[in-house]
């Protein structure tokens, strides 16, 4: 099992419905977790589908529609009479830290926590987080108003060992630890191995892309080329091109255009109009253009890579 | 069935949990019905519970602590996307009213609708809504912050007409009608019935009073004197006493206290902390005071009066 996966929370768009949370989501790793976006009922959501609190220290907000970011204030309330102490990092358009201090302000409450604002705008080509192993970016989206797609990029930077010259030559796990960040090795009986000889390049690195909301626009096949999984909202059917158009959101073929101009490994929909009883339209018409696409389920998790 | 009744849609406190949602009730009448508090995730819980938008013109908030205000900005939208243009009621502490215009502005939003704020500083001991029937007015509870108790008085002025009266003279429906306001009958005949030689009094009054977030104060029976039912809160147990005094909040007894010192009909507890997973000791501690008290659940609809 992967260390990168992605816990879809809420993958509705603006009015909420039975069966469909407005948008927030969960990307896991080795040892933290993040938040994309943060919907009415996301702390709700994360009881429900038994997410934790610990090592979620990062929440990025897309834009500024409520069905994105009405959440915030409930969680950072929670995080609050928790007894939480440690910074909580908010990445998010710059307005949103204005209203976070009004809404303090109106319910009386002194963080005890640091909130550490960023502001999407000041950041522009800067990553917004670069880890060890991974590095997250932002890039524009196409809405009506301002909107950033996330790019969480994971990097092994370890070179794979040669199975054969670990069974032939057995060496310790420093030796081995050694040689996966590219030094060379020389036998009990002096024989020196140049770390090119018993070592295969890192594997290949692995990246999750969140588009939503946005218009189709091959401009951002830049930013999703070869990603290993996309999310990207089909809020509308095919027959709904030129709502899609007006309200700056995608259709379905849309989502499924430029994840095959993109050539990302799987496409993952969601942001879905509560006009849809049924999602099956939805994966029919994008799967006809690009296979490997798979609808979105609240409370599923989806590794990203093998 | 009576038609004045309460549905609970949250009991639950500051912190939800996956039973509890942060408060919320709609009290339902002949031809509409009101919201009181709007906490996260209330249009949720409406949508669960089968709550629709029609007739839904006024709501409460009784302070501007989270979890009774959070779910406003969310709903509004709502009402917003489904085309409502219908003036929506909202009577709150004055500072939400910025507050939820610094919202929409940061949203982009522009409300298809007339959103009527009435402060509730200003509306002093004037009654909010006066009706035909029913009368909502407030009250000063005992909290960290401005916090207000909101009573609805039903009161049907109809005078009951005698039922052997009515089998032995058929009065016509439009003679009942006036009899029923207080006009003597002539039979057929020609005898004079006096009114009250055929009616009786109107019904008794029915009220209901919702006090959350409150300490316990004895100056507040004035107000809940007689209520029909009153939804109380019972944040913690009577091991807790000290807690509920600092962070002026009601045990379970103290609810039940002041339900028997103000002679009400019966209590309903809500407003439970997180911490109790079993509220069995709530009721216990409450009843022993006050027999007549309920443990309120979430989506159950509670009758006010027969």
Redesign the interface.
């Known amino acids: 099992m992967s260390d990168f996966k992605v816990t879809v929370l809420g993958n509705g768009s603006?009015?909420?419905?039975?069966h469909q949370?407005?948008s927030s989501q969960i990307v896991k790793m080795t040892d933290m977790q993040l938040m994309i976006d943060c919907g009415?009922?996301t702390?709700?959501q994360m009881?429900?589908y038994g997410i934790k609190h610990r090592n979620l220290d990062h929440i990025f907000i897309s834009h500024?529609?409520?069905?994105h970011y009405?959440?915030i204030?409930?969680l950072i309330?929670?995080f609050h009479?928790?007894g939480r102490d440690t910074p909580l990092h908010l990445y998010a358009p710059s307005?949103?830290k204005?209203?976070i201090g009004?809404?303090l302000r109106?319910?009386?409450?002194t963080l005890r926590f640091p909130l550490i604002f960023h502001s999407l705008e000041e950041t522009g080509n800067k990553p917004l987080l670069v880890h060890k192993n991974y590095r997250v970016t932002t890039f524009p989206l196409f809405h009506?108003?301002p909107t950033w797609g996330i790019k969480i990029s994971m990097k092994n930077e370890d070179l794979r060992i040669d199975k054969g010259f670990v069974a032939s030559f057995n060496p310790t796990i420093e030796q081995i630890l050694k040689i996966k960040k590219g030094e060379d090795f020389k036998s009990e009986k002096g024989v020196l191995f140049k770390n090119e000889e018993i070592t295969l390049p890192p594997k290949p690195a692995l990246s999750y892309v969140y588009c939503s909301d946005t218009a189709f626009n091959e401009s951002l096949i830049q930013y999703l080329e070869n990603a290993t999984l996309l999310y990207h909202e089909a809020t509308f059917d095919n027959t709904m091109e030129e709502m899609a158009a007006e309200k700056q959101h995608s259709t379905s073929e849309q989502a499924a255009q430029i994840a095959k101009q993109s050539n990302v490994g799987k496409l993952l929909l969601g942001h879905y109009s509560a006009r849809f009883e049924d999602l099956s339209a939805l994966l029919t018409q994008a799967q006809s253009i690009f296979p490997e696409t798979l609808l979105s389920e609240e409370g599923k998790t989806y590794e990203i890579g093998i």
């Not at 500024?64 to 069905?67: A, E, M, N, V």
């Not at 109106?106 to 409450?109: A, G, K, Q, R, Y």
């Open positions: 603006a009015v909420p419905t039975a949370h407005p009415e009922g702390q709700m009881i429900k500024l529609h409520g069905d009405f959440g204030f409930g309330s929670t009479l928790f307005e949103l204005d209203l009004h809404q109106v319910s009386h409450t009506r108003m």
